[in-house]
């Protein structure tokens, strides 16, 4: 079957380095997505990856193994405003995106 | 960026009435849009995945005779709740996805809240 697996919860320290882990068990795979999502908002987009490596958009960052089926989401210099929940989503051999259950981060000051 | 609106934001509905929820793409045409649904402090659920002219497929489990989705042009689809219950009462999220949606990437609406009494 297919599954994604991403912690629940995670707490980090306003100005601190949260890394935010996800492994990916689907038929086929055409990339990975992050998503964040605040309460009672829609999922905005963060990041997609395809091929191996580290993508760096700002205080963002996005990390794929793909032999590994494994990605990661940095998140540098944290602020208040990036509490939220952070999806992870690959895309299946179909392109239909399989969703992970969301890890909810909390900052505190 | 790419845009997509939904209407209504919030929406409370009687037992047994229709509720209407649409989908727009403002500023690009969406070949394919997807209808998910959200429980408090759940992931997303796909309902469907609908094609512009083309029926929409459904997830297994969800009702197409409930939930009538209607993807009727590039740029709108529509998600009925039909014979509405206090169990329907969820977070709707549609999403759309381009013609040149070489990334395969999702840009969603900001959701509608729906509230059955």
């Known amino acids: 079957g297919q599954n994604i697996d991403q912690p629940t919860e995670m707490t980090a320290t306003e100005g601190a380095i949260v890394q935010i882990n996800c492994t990916y068990q689907?038929?086929?795979?055409?990339?990975l997505f992050w998503y964040q999502q605040h309460a009672g908002e829609a999922p905005t987009f963060l990041s997609y990856?395809?091929l191996d490596g580290l993508e760096e958009k700002g205080r963002f960052s996005s990390f794929l193994s793909r032999s590994k089926g494994y990605s990661y989401l940095l998140l540098k210099e944290l602020q208040m405003k990036d509490s939220a929940s952070y999806l992870c989503a690959a895309l299946d051999s179909n392109y239909q995106l399989i969703w992970g259950a969301g890890t909810k981060l909390i900052i505190k000051p | 960026g790419a845009v997509v609106s939904q209407h209504p934001s919030r929406v409370i509905c009687k037992s047994g009435t229709s509720v209407k929820i649409e989908c727009r793409s403002l500023d690009f045409q969406a070949t394919t849009m997807f209808w998910y649904r959200q429980f408090p402090k759940k992931s997303l659920m796909l309902m469907a995945t609908s094609n512009e002219g083309s029926k929409a497929t459904y997830e297994q489990g969800v009702e197409k005779d409930k939930f009538l989705i209607n993807h009727a042009s590039l740029t709108l689809s529509t998600l009925t709740v039909t014979s509405a219950h206090p169990e329907d009462s969820s977070f709707y999220i549609c999403?759309?996805?381009?013609?040149?949606?070489?990334?395969?990437?999702?840009?969603f609406g900001p959701g509608t809240r729906l509230t059955v009494t």
């Open positions: 689907t038929s086929g795979f055409n990339g």
């Open positions: 999403s759309a996805r381009g013609i040149s949606g070489e990334t395969y990437e999702q840009y």
């Open positions: 990856n395809v």
